[in-house]
T-cell receptor, first 113, second 115 residues
Framework: LAKTTQPISMDSYEGQEVNITCSHN???????ITWYQQFPSQGPRFIIQ???TKVTNEVASLFIPADRKSSTLSLPRVSLSDTAVYYC??????????????FGTGTLLAVQP | GAVVSQHPSRVICKSGTSVKIECRSL??????MFWYRQFPKQSLMLMAT?????????EQGVEKDKFLINHASLTLSTLTVTSAHPEDSSFYIC???????????FGSGTRLTVV
């Protein structure tokens, strides 16, 4: 399973755009990149998933360069409620339901007023 | 979307007793579920993979006799912490992969406190 590296913490202010970068140098051809968000005392929640280039949904964008060795989660105009830990994971695309998710350290995003 | 329900959300027990945590997939069948443990300010650590109708697969260093996993149906997996001790106090989270290529869904977690 590919190992991921991301900053331990980041600080931001309300209304700013936040970009969290994750390194996954050993990503395999059939791996997807997935980001999860976790609030204190809750289970992680799926944010976005992508394979290459750019993916956008209602809450975030995910940028993946051509070599796929890194990815950047972009959160537009963050608010206080976006304060959470963000995890970047890589997982096989068609590995079936038995593929286990291994979490890295995650990035604690603290949004200030 | 896929929903995973975990119960109880928090439990306090005395040292030496056992505690059972339930994880249910509400609107899909999950032949495989995963159990994680999370200590304060740390990441999720995978404990075991729960397989419906067969034995669970435990990660290295996790005591299978202490953390009993039962996956008797396609929608229910249980984790029993046997002879609990204060060091077992932690946040336990289950997960399952949704139908087809749906992503992984996590339960809301169980805060276990052993006194």
């Amino acid at each position: 399973l590919a190992k991921t590296t991301q900053p331990i913490s980041m600080d931001s202010y309300e209304g700013q755009e936040v970009n969290i970068t994750c390194s996954h140098n050993n990503i395999a051809t059939n791996d997807y990149i997935t980001w999860y968000q976790q609030f204190p005392s809750q289970g992680p929640r799926f944010i976005i998933q992508g394979y290459k280039t750019k993916v956008t949904n209602e809450v975030a964008s995910l940028f993946i360069p051509a070599d796929r060795k890194s990815s950047t989660l972009s959160l537009p105009r963050v608010s206080l409620s976006d304060t959470a830990v963000y995890y970047c994971l890589v997982q096989p695309t068609f590995g079936g339901a038995t593929n286990k998710l291994i979490f890295g350290t995650g990035t604690l995003l603290a949004v200030q007023p | 979307g896929a929903v995973v329900s975990q119960h109880p959300s928090r439990v306090i027990c005395k040292s030496g007793t056992s505690v059972k945590i339930e994880c249910r997939s509400l609107d899909f069948q999950a032949t495989t579920m995963f159990w994680y443990r999370q200590f304060p300010k740390q990441s999720l650590m995978l404990m075991a993979t729960s397989n419906e109708g067969s034995k669970a697969t435990y990660e290295q260093g996790v005591e299978k006799d202490k953390f009993l996993i039962n996956h008797a149906s396609l929608t229910l997996s249980t984790l029993t912490v046997t002879s609990a001790h204060p060091e077992d106090s932690s946040f336990y989270i289950c997960s399952a992969r949704g139908p087809e290529n749906y992503g992984y869904t996590f339960g809301s977690g169980t805060r276990l406190t052993v006194v």
